[in-house]
């Protein structure tokens, strides 16, 4: 082989080389916090961390229970407000869509979708913890709620864009009204994507702390009302991290393989949903 | 008989009068959409009335001093600024050449079976919530940074004033790498869009001709994906930018504006998830939504620019 | 036998760009009439018109009248949900409702049609709108796989079975064999025929032989216009008109 020959051969294995190193440090993270968060959190993994309130530092036991119970709750009330807000909205840009206002809300949405969550948190404390003077569920939910609408808005508008014309025809020629045909027809079909979107939707913001930081807040206690402080497991995965006390760093951990479960599993349903329907 | 009887406007709906449950249903979601880019304009309204105050009294200065006083009332976030951009750049600085990689890797060279396992792999890396980025920052990815690089480097290296000061851990480049880690998985993704639109006959072309694997991929991707990859690099450089909680745990929270990497810094995002509830003070808390002002305002430059950059240069991609 | 629609100096424009040029026919009641021509000719467009699938397009006009029933239902006054009720139509491209039963997808007009029908009648008339299709031997027992999971002369059946569930008089169907095999086209043809006993059907062609096999009265349109219309014998025997023989004898189209 000539040198210049040799060169190109040579220059081809190393940057073959240097493109699998790369996906491999890309990988390498997620198998050591997966990892850590194996070996850490396990070890306070017991019952009593799913059913216990949390302790003083230095009791034995403690748990999270408020967390998952004020997790659920931010999320639910969250999806509540955001589901037919963001699932109509996906609605009229995909089937009414093409004047200049649906341009301007197609920005809006985008715009939205690129916001720093902590600013929604701004967003949620002017909102309701200005007014009410204090901290709830309700200010954590609505910040929560403008992260989750940008989101379904787009996947539902674009899953309503992918149900073909010949769909919409067939409903429209047996004399079905275009609003029957909308949601009865179209919106069925795509309902699955639509769906999934919502799902993964929700995998986001069940992991949220920032916005909740000054709105929810957090608490030690179980809730006594959705206009209340209240505990997320995010929230308390972050305060424990940042405590001095070595064993609130095992909770953190503990904490966080509980949220982690939760994404997954949602994440997963969410994918299967898309996949099986043919 | 030359007048029309049946005449559809432009925008294709039909008449008010043909069916007045479709005219409902199409003005109901009309609303619905119309509350979104109300909750929109409100948000930028209520940053907007909420920093007046500091608007008012500190105008342009706010973005050009440096003294973060609460005591005193002197506010100003050029070092929540400068430590925004500089983490930021940093991680994109390390997430770019990865993430290309990677897409390049697993479009071009990753045999068939192991492609699926390895998207899936990094929409997991995506889907880790943020809190738990910044745990393991804290006790993980600290320590290992501290001890295998930082002490080492500035045994060695500690008179380069990028390397200068005592390491303790948090710091710039954790915040830098930390946030490379999450943008990463972003990154991949567009890039493996981005890559897919190369047009199959003309890396065909190359190699018939005789171009090795590599040759092919730096004439015809390089020419075809480099607008592309600029997008996709400017899009994640806005993802970083708004990280808060894996930042605010790894970066030591000091308000200083220091070359040295190896020293603790701060960012807009963290000085306001910090201190927002300590805020005693109309003004204090109108500083720190005025940084959120900031930072939205950062952002969303940078977003347009991204998808400006995305609709207009490549082919095939509908503005996202 | 008097005529289901009587068509009257139909014209008909997208944008400025004219695709029908006063059409003017008469389409007898419970026969079978073929619109052919080459492409383009403006034979889609036509039968479109007649069930007002147009009205979604924007930027299309129409002139003229449309008489079915006693009323021009091209007017903006008349509903165009209720003509298609009466007026059914099957696509060029079998199209049942994915993720939708076979079941399902013969109920679905009767389900959104608002005459509020029992379960039980709803079952009867999908049995019998599948038994008059053909396809109710071959499904009778999986009426609850999707429909997309059958074949494509099976779904074109089930798009027929469902066109017929909601009862209409008029059947319009768009070039129905064109993606088919020629087992299936057959098995349409015959069916085209049955079915024509009870309801008067309207069928684009681009295949003259099958024109020539199915109908009863053939329609020649060339460039928007209708140029000839007669009993199918004399149509292919013995044209009037030279366009027609030209086309015919495959001079061109």
Redesign the interface.
Known sequence: MTSIAFRRKATDRIMKALFLLSAFLVILPLFLIFFDLLWKGAKELKWSLLTDLPRPVGEPGGGIANGILGTLTVTGLAMAGGIPLAVLTGIYLAEYGKGAFASVVRFAVDLLAGVPSIILGIFGYVLWVLPMKRFSAWAGASALAMIFIPIVVRTTEEMLKTVPVSVREGALALGIERWKTTLFITVRTAAAGIITGILLAMARILGETAPLLFTALGNQFWQTGLDQPIATIPLQVFSYAISPYDDWHGKAWAGAVVLILMVLVLSTVARLLTRTRK | ???????????????V???I??F???K???L??????G?????FA??I??SLPAIRKFGVTFVTNSTWDPVLEEFAALPFLYGTLVSSFLAILIAV??????A???N???PGWLKTP?SF?????A??????????G???LVPILRDNFMKPVSRALGWIPLFQGPVYGPSMLAAGVLLA?MV??FI?SVSREVLATVPQVQKEAVLSLGG????M?RIVIGQHCIPGIFGATILGL?RA?????AVT?VIGNRPDIVLSLFQPGYSM?AV??NE??EATGDLYLSAL?EI?LV??LL??VV?LAA?WILTRMVPGRAGR | MDNAIEVKKLSAWFGDHQVLREITMGIRRNSVTSVMGPSGCGKSTFIRCLNRMHDLTPGFRMTGEVLFDGRNVISEKVDPVFLRRKVGMVFQQPNPFPRMSVFANVAVGLRFNGKGKSKSEIVEVVERSLRMAALWDEVKDHLDQMGSSLSGGQQQRLCIARALAVEPEVLLMDEPCSALDPVSTSKIEDLIEDLSEKYTIVVVTHNMQQAARISDSVAFFLLGELVEMDKSAKMFTNPSDRRTEEYITGRFG
Do not use: Q
Not at chain 2, 1 to 15: C, E, L, N, Q, Y
Not at chain 2, 39 to 43: A, D, I, Q, V
Not at chain 2, 127 to 136: E, H, K, N, Q, R
Not at chain 2, 212 to 215: A, G, I, L, N, Y
């Open positions: 008989m030359a007048r029309p009887i049946a005449r559809v406007p432009a925008t294709g709906k039909m008449k009068g043909a069916n449950k479709d409902l249903f199409e109901t979601t009309a619905f959409a119309l509350c979104v880019l909750l929109t304009l409100l948000l209520l940053l009335r909420e050449p990865l993430g290309v990689g990677s390049i890797f697993i071009e060279f990753a390895i792999l990094a929409e997991l890396l889907a880790i919530p943020s809190v738990i980025y910044g745990l393991w804290i006790f993980v880690i990463v998985p991949l090795t694997h590599w040759e991929i806005g930018l708004g990280e808060t909680m745990m995002a306001i998830a927002f509830t939504v959120g930072l939205f952002t969303i977003n998808k």
